[in-house]
Every structure is written in structure tokens, then in C-alpha cells.
């Protein structure tokens, strides 16, 4: 069955072309003199695209930068610190596929907390199911499940300072945790609980539904997870979620030649870059706007609600319990 919004990759960067021309009314409102000096930011998926354009823009503002990917380290690290001249940008490789080195990342960066921003932005269109070494699927994985288990250990470990898990103090700026989700995730069906977290075969078209499928399932557990750091509307850790847009990355490095051919055309013709789609991610995770009120979404400078689904409480409650139920074990 299909749970996607889109049936194939083309629909999905011609839609994303489409988004373009939407009006984006707070483009202005990030401004060269945001600074991050003493703030402490992770990124994950920093060694290209979205990912290293925000660590580089972190960085250039003062913030300490930690990065982790799979490729790329230490060069991308060494890169940013040698543009910016910050020496404070450090980077661990690991691949968030497997379950037991997302446990190592939570291990790193423990020893170099507390973390003031954590920005989840890793993602994957894989253009067939991969099994990981816990028998699940890797994008799946990657764009959803790593992310439930990552943030889960920083709060019970205190390295995002919080009161609601650890009970440890909070921290004056509070933490601010961003999930790089992507707006395909509009129109995607209601979780499969039948299917949850089964590794079932897919080719082309059905990544591009999955990835649009996945990114509702992160959704919903961002705003779960927003409304559980905010006991009895006391904000402790604010979540929210971001769309970059269009933007011309290495996310179809994947495809099969041809239809890659085709969709880097599109991409380079009409995507954005990576250094002006990083932008409303810089604002949405440094900036004052956005430490008010928890659980909001942007869709590049765009303040908007998400596919109402995602604000389910009796499905993020069910999400929530069988993500615990998949990881169990897993350390
Ligand atoms: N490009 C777009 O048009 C677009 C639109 C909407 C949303 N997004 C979202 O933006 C985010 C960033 O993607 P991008 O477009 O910048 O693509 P990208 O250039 O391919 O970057 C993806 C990053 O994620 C990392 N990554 C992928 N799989 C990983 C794994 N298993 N373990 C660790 N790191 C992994 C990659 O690093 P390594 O390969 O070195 O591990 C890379 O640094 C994603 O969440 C994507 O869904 C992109």
C-alpha cells in the first residue's frame, strides 16, 4: 500500500518548484547581527547540502559547532573552522542507520555537553529498502527512528539540559531542538501500524512516497515530543520543525543515472542553494522569535500548520510507544 504524497520523484521537484514562488514574510527577519557566541549547536547530516551551509552560517556567528556524517570528517570540520575562523567546530563520523552508533554519538557529545541547539537535519531518499544490523530499514531509520533514540538519550542524559526527563537544571537561553522535515509530508497517509517499522521492499517511486511517509512520522513525533517538554504549558526544551524548501543538494545522489540526470537539471536550474535554504533554518534555531512558543513550523520563511495529522495526540502517544518498543535492547 501506498502511504506517500507522491508517486514519483519528478511530481515531487516539480511540486518543489512550485513552493518557490509562495511568499516567505519573515525572509528579512534574520539579519547579519544574529550572533551564537557561547552557545553550543549539533547538527547531524553536516557533511553536505543543508547541513554543512548551517554548521558553516553556526559557526561564522560564534556558535561552538559539532558535526557528525558519515563522510567527510574531519575535512568539512577543518573547512568551516578555516572560512570562518572559528576553531571551535568539531566532527564525529557515524552512521545514523545503525542504532548502535547513534548511541555513540549520544556518548560524544555527552562528553562535550551541555548543548544549547540540536538541529536534526540527516536525511536519505534511498531508492531501495537497505537492512540495517537491527534488521530495520535504513531510511527509515535514518530520517525517523535515530532521531527518536538521539534525542531521547541527550535528554535522559542531561546533555540538552531539561527538568522534565533528567531532572537537572535548565539552562537561560533554553535548549531549542529543530527537525529538518520537508513539507512532502502534507497529504501522506495516517501512520500504518500494521506496517510500523517492518522492512519491506521498495524501488524509485515508492522511496519518494516513503520519504514523504517518514517525514509525517517525524513530524508527528516532533510535535509529541514538543508537548512533553512543555508540561502544564511550561516550556522546558522547545521543538520545532522546518521545511528548507527546494533546495540543490546531494539528497538524489542515489537515483539511478538517468532519472538523477534528469533531476539535477530541475535542481540546478531552479533549486535554491544550500547557503540560502540554510537560512530560515539559522533563524528558527537561533533566533529570539522562536523561544516563545513551542512546536512550530516553518516552511522556509513561511510560518505554517503541518498535515493535521501530525497533531494527533492519541497518535503521537502510539508513536511514541511503539519507537520505545522497536529500540528496546538496542545500546
Ligand atoms: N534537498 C531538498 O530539496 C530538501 C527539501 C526538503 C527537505 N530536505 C531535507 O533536508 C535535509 C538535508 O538534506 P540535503 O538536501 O542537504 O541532502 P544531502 O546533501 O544529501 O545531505 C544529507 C546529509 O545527511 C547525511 N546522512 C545521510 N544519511 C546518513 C546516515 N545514515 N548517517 C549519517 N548521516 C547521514 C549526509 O552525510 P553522509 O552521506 O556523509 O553521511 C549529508 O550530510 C534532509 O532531512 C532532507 O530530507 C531537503
Not at 3 to 17: E, I, K, S, Y
Not at 145 to 152: P, Y
Not at 202 to 226: D, M, P
Request: neutral net charge; glycine residues 8%; proline residues 6%.
Amino acid at each position: 500500500m501506498s502511504h506517500g504524497r507522491f508517486d514519483n520523484p519528478l511530481q515531487a521537484a516539480l511540486a518543489g518548484v512550485n513552493d518557490l514562488y509562495r511568499s516567505q514574510p519573515l525572509a528579512a527577519k534574520l539579519t547579519d547581527d544574529l550572533r551564537l557566541d557561547g552557545r553550543t549547536v549539533f547538527i547531524t547530516g553536516a557533511s553536505s547540502g543543508l547541513g554543512f551551509a548551517a554548521a558553516m552560517d553556526f559557526a561564522a556567528r560564534g556558535a561552538r559547532v559539532l558535526m557528525v556524517a558519515r563522510s567527510g570528517v574531519p575535512e568539512r570540520a577543518a573547512a568551516i573552522r578555516d572560512a570562518t575562523g572559528n576553531g571551535d567546530v568539531e566532527m564525529m563520523q557515524a552512521d545514523l542507520s545503525d542504532l548502535e552508533q547513534v548511541h555513540r554519538v549520544a556518548d560524544w557529545l555527552t562528553d562535550r555537553g551541555p548543548l544549547d541547539v540540536v538541529v536534526e537535519n540527516a536525511g536519505m531518499a534511498s531508492p531501495r529498502a537497505t537492512p540495517t544490523p537491527q534488521g530495520l530499514e535504513a531510511m527509515f531509520v535514518t530520517n525517523y527512528l535515530s532521531k527518536f533514540v538521539l534525542i531521547d538519550r541527550l535528554l535522559s542524559d542531561g546533555t540538552i539540559p531539561n527538568s522534565v526527563v533528567h531532572g537537572g537544571p535548565t539552562s537561560a537561553p533554553k535548549p531549542r531542538i529543530v527537525v529538518v522535515s520537508s513539507d512532502s509530508h502534507q497529504g501522506a497517509s495516517a501512520i500504518d501500524w500494521d506496517e510500523f517499522g517492518v522492512l519491506k521492499p521498495f524501488g524509485v517511486n515508492g522511496a519518494i512516497n516513503n520519504y514523504s511517509y517518514f517525514k509525517l512520522i517525524l513530524n508527528t513525533w516532533a510535535v509529541e515530543l514538543s508537548r512533553r517538554l512543555a508540561p502544564d504549558d511550561r516550556v522546558d526544551v522547545f521543538v520545532h520543525v522546518m521545511c528548507p524548501g527546494p533546495v540543490n543538494t546531494n539528497i538524489i545522489r542515489e537515483a539511478p543515472w538517468m532519472l538523477r540526470g534528469m533531476l539535477k537539471a530541475i535542481f540546478t536550474v531552479f533549486f535554491r542553494s544550500p547557503i540560502v535554504a540554510a537560512r530560515p533554518l539559522v533563524y528558527i534555531a537561533g533566533h529570539d522569535d522562536f523561544a516563545h512558543e513551542t512546536g512550530r513550523y516553518l516552511h522556509m520563511f513561511r510560518p505554517k500548520r503541518m498535515d493535521p495529522k501530525c497533531y494527533d495526540r492519541t497518535e503521537g502517544q502510539r508513536l511514541w510507544k511503539r519507537s520505545q518498543a522497536l529500540v528496546a535492547g538496542v545500546r
